[in-house]
C-alpha cells in the first residue's frame, strides 16, 4: 500500500506522526510527577486511568473518524481538524513548560518563604510569623491545583490531536480532497505565508531555548525544574513547534484556494499515470466564495462545493475495500 501520488498536503502523514510521539512524552511526564507529588498508590491509579484512556481513543479511532468525518472528504472538516490540532499542539507545549517549571510562582513575582518548624515554639504567633506559616501552605496549594490543571490540559490536548486528525485526513473516504498544485505551501516558488509563519515560529524557538538557557544560568542550583526543562522539554517544544508550523501552512492553504479536486485511492503508486482517471481526479469543485466577489459563473468541468452532485457509488462506504481504509 502506498500513499496517493500527489498528497493531500506537504505534511501529510509526516508531520503528525512526529506529533503524535508527544502523548507518549506526556504520558511520562505526568507519571513521572505524579509519583514525585502523589502517593504511590494515587500515583499508581493516575498512571493506570491515563493509559486506559488512551487505550479507549485508540482502539476506537475507527468508529470515531465515521462519526466526526463524510464519506466524501469535506473542505470544512479539513479546516476544523487542522485548527484544533493547532490548538492541541500549542497546549501541549505551555503543559509542558510549565509542568517542567514546576509552577515556580517566584518567577511571576510572588515571593517564597523557607518553611523552617524549628523557629515556631507552642505559643502565639507574631504577624510576621504567622505570614511565613500561611504564604508557604497558599503557594503549595496553588501548585497542586496548577499541576492538576495542566495534567488534564495534557491529557484533552493529547486525546483532542488525535481527534482532531480524524475529520482532517483522508482515510475511511471514497474521495479525498487534494489542492491543486500551485495553492500547495511548499510547491513552486516560495509563497509569503510560508515565510512569515516560519519567521514567526522560528521566533518562538529561538526564544524557547534562549530563554531556557539564560533563566537556568541565573537560577540557583535548586531550582532542578529548570534544568530538566533545558534538557528534555526544549526538545519536545520543537518538535511541537515544527508540527504548529506545517499545521499553520496547511490550514492557509485550505483557506484561500479557490478550487480543489476529489480523487479516488490507488492502490499503487503507479496506477495515478496508468489507470483512468489520470490521478484519479474525479470531480473538480470550486468554492463558491470565491466567486461571489467576482461574480463569475463555475467553470467548466467544475461544480460548486456547495451544491456538489456526487454519484451514490461514491457515497457508499465499502469496508472491505482495502484502498480506502489506510491512513495519508
Not at 511526564?29 to 500515583?43: C, L, N, Q, R
Not at 492541541?88 to 510549565?98: G, L, N, P, R, Y
Request: charged share 15%; hydrophobic share 45%.
Amino acid at each position: 500500500m502506498v500513499y496517493p501520488y500527489f498528497p493531500v498536503l506537504t505534511h501529510q502523514p509526516r508531520f503528525f506522526h512526529s506529533a503524535l510521539v508527544t502523548p507518549v512524552y506526556g504520558e511520562k511526564a505526568v507519571v513521572d510527577y505524579s509519583f514525585e507529588y502523589y502517593a504511590p498508590a494515587t500515583a499508581n491509579m493516575i498512571m493506570l486511568g491515563s493509559l486506559f484512556i488512551y487505550a479507549i481513543v485508540l482502539l476506537n479511532c475507527r468508529n470515531l473518524a465515521k462519526l466526526v468525518k463524510p464519506v466524501v472528504q469535506n473542505m470544512t472538516h479539513m479546516i476544523v481538524g487542522l485548527f484544533g490540532m493547532i490548538l492541541s499542539v500549542w497546549s501541549m507545549m505551555a503543559s509542558f513548560i510549565m509542568m517542567d517549571f514546576k509552577f515556580d510562582l517566584a518567577l511571576c513575582g510572588i515571593p517564597t518563604f523557607d518553611f523552617r518548624f524549628s523557629k515556631f515554639r507552642i505559643r502565639a504567633l507574631t504577624h510576621r510569623e504567622g505570614r511565613e506559616l500561611i504564604c508557604p501552605c497558599i503557594h503549595i496549594y496553588l501548585l497542586t491545583i496548577l499541576f492538576q490543571l495542566c495534567t488534564i490540559m495534557l491529557y484533552t490536548s493529547s486525546i483532542a490531536l488525535c481527534i482532531c486528525y480524524l475529520p482532517f485526513c483522508s482515510a475511511l473516504t471514497t474521495l479525498y480532497i487534494r489542492l491543486p498544485a500551485e495553492n500547495m505551501s511548499f510547491s513552486g516558488v516560495v509563497k509569503f505565508h510560508v515565510v512569515f509563519f516560519s519567521l514567526l515560529h522560528l521566533g518562538v524557538a529561538v526564544a524557547v531555548v534562549y530563554l531556557t538557557v539564560i533563566v537556568s544560568g541565573s537560577r540557583g542550583p535548586s531550582y532542578r525544574g529548570l534544568d530538566t526543562f533545558f534538557q528534555k522539554t526544549w526538545l519536545i517544544c520543537l518538535l511541537l513547534i515544527g508540527s504548529s508550523f506545517i499545521f499553520c501552512c496547511d490550514a492557509w492553504s485550505c483557506i484561500v484556494t479557490g478550487s480543489y479536486m476529489l480523487c479516488e485511492h490507488r492502490e499503487e503508486k503507479y496506477e495515478m499515470r496508468t489507470k483512468n482517471p489520470i490521478d484519479g481526479i474525479i470531480y473538480n469543485v470550486a468554492v463558491r466564495r470565491f466567486f461571489k466577489k467576482s461574480k463569475q459563473t463555475c467553470p467548466d468541468g467544475f461544480q460548486f462545493d456547495d451544491y456538489l452532485i456526487v454519484e451514490d457509488k461514491w457515497l457508499m462506504y465499502d469496508a472491505t475495500d482495502v484502498k480506502i481504509c489506510f491512513w495519508t
